[in-house]
C-alpha cells in the first residue's frame, strides 16, 4: 500500500479490508481496452451493460480510482470466513530441509472451498441491487459455480450455471453442491443454446473448455430478460475483488516483520493470482520495494509461456468482447487434465500487460508433477490441495529447494486457493498410475493461433 495511507483506512477491527484496491490505478501501461468486435472500437459502458451488470461495468472501465469502499451487505458476508489465515508451512520447511521460510495463504475455510467466494458475491449483489431475477455463468473444476450458486441463494436470485462437460463427469459432488444452493447446472457444449449446437456440432465428443460454456452463459443471460452474464475470473473487476486476498497477506506479513522475497500463484485466467500479488505489485510499480512474482500455469494450457499477446475473443463462440492479452486463441480446447480452473486459453488484461513489461515471470508445471508436489504438501501441512492451487506449491517448492542449495533463507508466500476434497477422481487416477501429461504441439497451437482475429490497434 502507498506508505502514507495508514492500515487504519483500510481495515476493521479484525483486518480484514474495508476496500478493494485497484491495482490498475498505479500502473503506467493501462491494460489495453475491451473492443467492440464489430467496430473495432473500444466498448462503451452502455455497450457493456447488455451483458454486465452497470456497477460492475463502472468497475471494469475505471483504471484511475485507487480504491473502492466495499459495501456493508459484502463486508458482512466476508466475515463469515474472512480474514483468511496466512499459515506459515514449518513442517514442509522440515520436510525439504530447506532454510526458507514458507508462508500460504489459504483460501479454501468456506462451503466453497475456494477464493471464488470473494467475487461471487459482490456480483450478485450489485446484480440485486440492480433488481435483475438472476445470472448466468461458466465453471471449469466447478469452485466458481459452487461460489456463485452460494451467493445467489444468500440474495435470492436465480443461478444458471453451465459447467465445462469433462468436470461435470469427473467433478458430480461440486455439481451436487451447487444444486444444493439452488443453482442449474448444464454441461457444456449443451444442446440448449444456438452456439451449443454449434460447437457440439464442430467438435463431436468434445469435453468443452471454459471458453465454450462462457459463449453458452453470454448467449443465455442476453436473450433471457432480467439476467446478466457475471464471470469468475479474467475480468478487471474479478481481480479487483480478489485483491482482499493480497491486502490481508501483505497486512499479515507487515504484523510480523516479515518481507516477501517470492510471491507464486497458480494462474489460468488470473483471479488468484491478480488479487494476491496486487498489493505487492503495487509497491514494486511505484518503487517502493521489489518482489520476485511467478505466474504458474499447466503445460496442457500454457497461455503465457507459449501464447501470444493480441487481441482475442473471451470465449470459444465469438459472440464476445475483444480482449488483448496472452491467448493460445478462443478456439484452442485443452486437454481434459484435472485442474478444470486452469483450462482457459487466455489470460487477465491486467496480468498481460504486466508480463508483458517484465514486471513478472510465469512457468509451466506438467500435471502428475503438481499432484507429486500436492500429496507432499498433503501429508505434512494436513491440507489436501485443489489441483489449481498445486501448481504453486510445487513452484514453491522448487524455490525452497533452491534456497537449500545456495544457502538463502528468502520468504517464500504463495496462494492456496482452495481444497481438493472435490478432486478426488483426479488424486485416484494418479494414485492408480493413470494420469497422463499431455503438452500440446507447436502445430497445434499454431492452428489455433492462426485464427486470432485481424484487429488493427489505434
Not at 448466468?136 to 443461478?159: N, R
Not at 436473450?223 to 446478466?228: F, I, L, N, P, S
Not at 488483448?324 to 487434465?337: E, Q, R, V
Amino acid at each position: 500500500m502507498p506508505n502514507n495511507i495508514p492500515y487504519k483506512t483500510y481495515l476493521d477491527e479484525s483486518e480484514m479490508p474495508l476496500k478493494w484496491y485497484n491495482l490498475r490505478a498505479d500502473m503506467k501501461n493501462k491494460p489495453a481496452p475491451l473492443l467492440n468486435p464489430g467496430t473495432g472500437e473500444p466498448m462503451k459502458a452502455e455497450e457493456l451493460e447488455g451483458v454486465f451488470c452497470k456497477d460492475l461495468v463502472e468497475q471494469e472501465l475505471d483504471n484511475d480510482t485507487q480504491f473502492f469502499e466495499i459495501p456493508d451487505e459484502i463486508k458482512e458476508f466476508y466475515k463469515m470466513y474472512r480474514p483468511s489465515p496466512l499459515v506459515r508451512a514449518y513442517f514442509l520447511e522440515k520436510k525439504l530441509g530447506t532454510p526458507a521460510k514458507i508462508y500460504y495463504k489459504f483460501e479454501g475455510n468456506n462451503t466453497s472451498g475456494s477464493h471464488k467466494l470473494n467475487s461471487s458475491i459482490a456480483q450478485a449483489y450489485y446484480a440485486k441491487k440492480q433488481g435483475l431475477k438472476g445470472v448466468t455463468t461458466e465453471t471449469g473444476a466447478g469452485q466458481w459455480g459452487t461460489a456463485l450458486s452460494m451467493a445467489c441463494s444468500y440474495f435470492d436470485l436465480d443461478c444458471k450455471v453451465y459447467m465445462v462437460k469433462v468436470s461435470y463427469e469427473q467433478k458430480p459432488f461440486r455439481r451436487e453442491v451447487m444444486r444444493t444452493y439452488g443453482a442449474s447446472v448444464t454441461p457444456s457444449p449443451s444442446m440448449n443454446t444456438e452456439i451449443g449446437k454449434k460447437i457440439n456440432a464442430e467438435h463431436p465428443g468434445t469435453t468443452g473448455s471454459l471458453g465454450c460454456a462462457i459463449s453458452e452463459a453470454v448467449e443465455d443471460a442476453v436473450t433471457h430478460e432480467g439476467y446478466r452474464y457475471v464471470l469468475g475470473s479474467v475480468l478487471n473487476q474479478v481481480l479487483l475483488h480478489q485483491s482482499i486476498i493480497g491486502l490481508e497477506t501483505k497486512a499479515a506479513l507487515d504484523k510480523i516483520g516479515e518481507k516477501a522475497d517470492i510471491i507464486i500463484g497458480c494462474a489460468g485466467g488470473g483471479s488468484n493470482l491478480g488479487g494476491l500479488i496486487a498489493p505487492f505489485m503495487g509497491e514494486k510499480l511505484r518503487g517502493e520495494n521489489d518482489y520476485q512474482i511467478i505466474a504458474v500455469e499447466p503445460q496442457s494450457c500454457p497461455s503465457f509461456t507459449r501464447g501470444r499477446y493480441a487481441y482475442d475473443f473471451c470465449d470459444t463462440g465469438a459472440i464476445c468482447p475483444l480482449a488483448k492479452m496472452y491467448t493460445l486463441g478462443s478456439d484452442f480446447i485443452p486437454a481434459p487434465n484435472h485442474a478444470g480452473g486452469l483450462r482457459y486459453h487466455g489470460m487477465s488484461s491486467i496480468l498481460s500487460q504486466l508480463y508483458d513489461d517484465g514486471l513478472m515471470e510465469a512457468r509451466t508445471a506438467a500435471q502428475t508433477e503438481v499432484f507429486e508436489a500436492a500429496e507432499e504438501f498433503a501429508r505434512v501441512e494436513g491440507i489436501l490441495p485443489a489441483p489449481e492451487s498445486s501448481h504453486a506449491i510445487k513452484v514453491a517448492i522448487d524455490e525452497a529447494l533452491k534456497c537449500k542449495e545456495t544457502g538463502e533463507e528468502k520468504t517464500i508466500v504463495f496462494g492456496l486457493t482452495g481444497t481438493g476434497y472435490f478432486d478426488l477422481v483426479a488424486y485416484e487416477k494418479f494414485h492408480d498410475g493413470k494420469m497422463e501429461d499431455y503438452i500440446p504441439t507447436d502445430e497445434e497451437l499454431e492452428e489455433s493461433l492462426a485464427k486470432l482475429p485481424k484487429v488493427e490497434e489505434k
